[in-house]
Each structure stands twice: as C-alpha cells, then as structure tokens.
C-alpha cells in the first residue's frame, strides 16, 4: 500500500508539463521571427490537452494576428472566448486535485487581464476587417469583463480607448463619450476628445504592440519540516513604451493611448492572490497529514513521501506569452491621399508604412509589432 | 484477499459502463416550432418569435393601403447586442413571410451585382436578340424596412451562491421609412426578456 502511495505521485509528476511542450516552441519560434512555424507547431491546437486548450487558443490567435491572418486569428480567438465561458464552472474534480498536487493540474482559465485580451485582439481583427457591427459586439463583451473585474482592469487604457472607437465606427457618440469619460477618470486627465474627422481628410489608426508581456515565476517558500510553498508572480516590472510617428519626413503629435500589460496582468495576479494563498494553505495541510500518515507505518517510506510532495509543489506559472509589453493605439488624422509613414519604437526599432492610401473621409487600420 | 478483487471488479465494470454510457454519441430532430433554450442567450427560437411578432401586425398595417402592393427593400438589421448574431437570418424570414401574405413586393438587394452580371452576359451577343433583358426597367423602392436589434445583459452580482443567474432582455425596432419623403411611416417592437440559472459547480 505505501508503494502505490509513492508512485502515484511519481506518476502525476511524470504526466505534468508534457502537453505545454508545443506552446514552448511555439513561443520560441514566434519571438524568433518565424510566425509561420509557430503556427504550424500548434497545429490548431489539436494535440493540446484540455487543461492547456484555453493558452494555445489564445497564443495561436495572437501568431496569426501578427502574420496579418485575421480571419483566421479571429476564428481561433473566437474559440478562446467560447472557451472562457465554458469555463466558468468550477469543477469538483478539479480543485480535488489541485489541492492534493498542485495548481498546474487545473485547467487553465486566463488571469481577467487575459480575458480581456481575447476581446481587445478580437476588436483589432474585426477593424482590420471593416468589420464594426462584429468589433462593437466585442467591445460590449469587454465591457461585461471590465464590470466583472473593475479593480483589476482599471489600467487597460487601450482596450477602453478600442472600445470608444468602436462606438463611434457604429454612429452611437453618446456610447463613444461614456466610454472616454471613464477613460479619462481612470487616466485622471481632463477630457479626451478624438479629433473629428473634416472634409478632406480622413484617419489612419495603428494598433501597436512593443516588447512582451513579463512571464510568471515561482516564488518559493521552505517551512519546516519539508513544507514548500510555491506562489507565481510576474518576473519582473515593465513601465508602458512610448512611439513616435512621421507622415512625410514631418513628426506627428497624434492621439496616443498605451497600456502596460505587464502591469495590469500583475495587478489582476494580486488581486486573486487571497484565494490562490487559502489554497495553498489548504494543500500544505493535505500533504503533511499524508506524510504523517505514511509515517506511522514506515519512517523511511515518510521521508520519501515528503520528498515527492515536496517537488510537487510548483506554482502554476502558465501565462499567455506571445502579448506585447505595450499596447498603444495611435489616431492619424491626414490629409486625404497617399502617404509614407515611419514608427519608431522606444527600443529603437523603426516601421515604415510606404504608399499608405487614406481615403476622404474614411478610416485606415493598420496593426504593427516591434 | 479474492473478495477485494471481485469487489474491485464489480466497481470498475460499474464505472466502465457509466463511462459509456455517457459518451454514446445520439442524434434527434427538434421541432423548429417548439420554444428550445439551453440558456439564456438567442437562439432560433427568439428568431421565430421575433419575427411573427412582428410580421402579423404590419400585414394588416392601415398605412399600406390593400389594393397596392407597397415595394420595399430591406437593409440589413443592425446587430447592437453583445452577442455575435446573424441578423441576415431575421431579415430573410420577415421578407419570405411579407412576400407570402401577398401584401408587399420586394427588391432583391442582395441580388443586384449579379443581376448586373447577368444582363452585362446577356448584351455580349450570345443570347437571342428577342430574349434579351430590357434594360431600365427595373422597380424602384417606395419603402426603406430596417431595424436594430439590442440587448441588455444583467448578471448576478458576486456573492456566495449555488446557482449563477443572467437575465437578458432582447428587442428588435422595426421601421419602414418612406423614400419620398423621408418619413418613418412605420415602426414597431418584439421584446423578449429571459432568465437561465446555471450551476456554478460541477463535477
């Protein structure tokens, strides 16, 4: 009996990890410049198990937005966003096991920040696609996210800023307005008025990604006798990116609205941080009435059996990785015609947007990544 | 020892069973016009509902005199809800149904690329001179049918519960604007408003 005791959590050890080894070359792969094989590397996420479906849904969408496959990023997002509600059930068996392992063994369900960001990238691809009855639909479903977790989102100014946006595309100012008057509370700036869009003149929007996301770490903590307690966080502290812009050799002062998501990602981290730590609690107990237990019968078989619950404590790190340290989206009003534009990042990195045509009267929606 | 193993068999052939059991794949046919929601949100029963609700009353509408045949273009009816909805599906049921009660004539928008294509085809000399198309004469539209379709979504607050509840309300605003004059001549509403409750935890 002590045996099968020992080698269940052997087993679990051993199953742990195996099904995100896709996601980590496909991670590698994008941020090496090879979108294509990212892609290819998920495989529409088939291969994915259940646990882990949610983060390649969502690593996939953002490989495909970044290879300007919108259609298909959107098909993709669109199933994360399925998912998410899927999800909202909390499963039984599930948090049995995580209490007797470790969190990792939960489906992944998305930070809020990330929940979010299904919606922003679903919004950019429909406006992308002149898509705005699809884009507003997304921004309502944003909003529903934002209410559930306002403390937590309450600095994503760009996805606010998006969804503004997509209230004027669909002719409703007074959803526009409401939109950027809590923008700008939660930005506490005076009022933020997009510049109207004259005779002769029409409006190039670009949704711009700089950096990555910070990831999550473990941080761990050793009690006596053998008890490890293992708490994710994000690895390190990111401040939003600037980025300038020139039409035709001139330096632009357009319409900015950034947000660091690293930031909100670690403030939405912290806010579920009460019941990840009832949890842990919760496991430490379990785990050291097992060992106890083992060790009434066999004082070596105890030692072995704290050891392996003891590597078993890991911090449930999984994140969506392939999301951009910043997220600015910059609002062009220029002259009807033909343009060439130049973007600059703050790490120095430059696009240029060559014979750029912006019709009278009309918006142009361009997505970049530095 | 033996007894274990038997005990430990019966128990596996119970759960094997009940395993597959459940994964039976099965097919049925639903009755389109029996109400069917798994939750609360629009499914093709809110469609049906919709639409007669509000085709009856504009058919026996007194601005459209009996003896003329009103024709009337439809543009698509906008989507305002937070829900990715085909509002195509709503606008060609109100059409089929107002063409069939034989009180209105309609354009076929959709259509007019390929009508073009089609009388473009017509004029290249391959078909019979007599048979040809008469270009301009096609109708024009006295009326203008679109709508909106909006929704208000109201969640449980969050609080220690069992069961999380969601209630949505639904309306579709039909109008018909006179071409002439501009004029909105007709205008009407089907509202639906739903509860669904569903278990916050599962096995």
Redesign the interface.
Known sequence: MVNLKAIFPVFILLTIGCSSLPLQKARTAFYSGDLATADNTLEGCKGISEKDLLLCYMEDGLVLHYMGAYEESTKVL?KASRLIKRQ??????EQSASVLINDRVKTYRGEYSERLWVHTYLMINFLLQYNY??A??EG??A??VYD?YPESLAGDHFTRALIALCFEN?N?PDDARIEYEKLAEEMGIGIITPEPIIPGKGELILFIGQGRVPTKVSSNVVLPPFIRISIPRYSYSSSAMTVTVRSDGVDLDPMKISTDLGEVARKSLEDRSVQYLIRQGLRAGVKEAIAEEVGETNATAELFARAILFLLEEADTRSWETLPGTLTITRIVLDSGVHDLEISSEDLQTAYLDGIYIPQGRRVYRSLRF | MRRIHVRFLIIMTCASLLAMTGCMASTRNLDTETETHYDATYDFSDKSQIVNRLVTPLVSAPVFPVQEKPILIVYPVVNETSEHISTGGITDEIRMKLIQSGRFRFINESQRENIQKEADYQYQGYVDPAMLVEEGRQLGADYILSGTLRSIKKEQPRQWRLYKKERIYYSLDLSITDLKTGEIVYADQAEIAREASQPIIGW
């Open positions: 669109l909202e059930q909390i499963s039984i068996s009855e699809s507003l639909v309502k479903q909003l529903e559930k669909m409703l």
